[in-house]
């Protein structure tokens, strides 16, 4: 399974990006999606998770602002972000997992929310 991230960039606060996660590999066994996102010094930490069934999770962060689905073809992940404030800088991380408990990640998009 390989994982490609892309979409990330310098956006302005309040604005939006939508960040794309295409995957390639036996991902339609993937038992759920997600991104994740990490800033330097601190632990990188769940954005927002699909389950193949469509159920979703938000941290509570991003709750309201930020909305993660699926592409038809169901290789693809998207993670649209609205209202983005400074506070969202981070380098986002797509994550594929499987019931066997492997999970793979793909590298990192850079989104900078600054003025």
């Known amino acids: 399974v390989q994982l490609q991230a892309s979409g990330g960039g310098l956006v302005q606060p309040g604005g939006s990006l939508r960040l794309s996660c295409a995957a390639s590999?036996?991902?339609?066994?993937?038992?759920?999606m997600g991104w994740y996102r990490q800033t330097p010094g601190k632990q990188r930490e769940l954005v927002a998770t699909?389950?193949?069934?469509?159920?979703?999770n938000y941290a509570d962060s991003v709750k309201g602002r930020f909305t993660i689905s699926r592409g038809s073809a169901k290789n693809t992940v998207y993670l649209q972000m609205d209202s983005l404030t400074p506070e969202d800088t981070a380098v986002y991380y797509c994550r594929a997992d499987f019931q066997s408990g492997m999970n793979y990640w793909g590298k990192g998009t850079l989104v900078t929310v600054s003025s």
């Open positions: 590999g036996s991902i339609l066994s993937a038992s759920a």
């Open positions: 699909i389950t193949t069934g469509g159920g979703t």
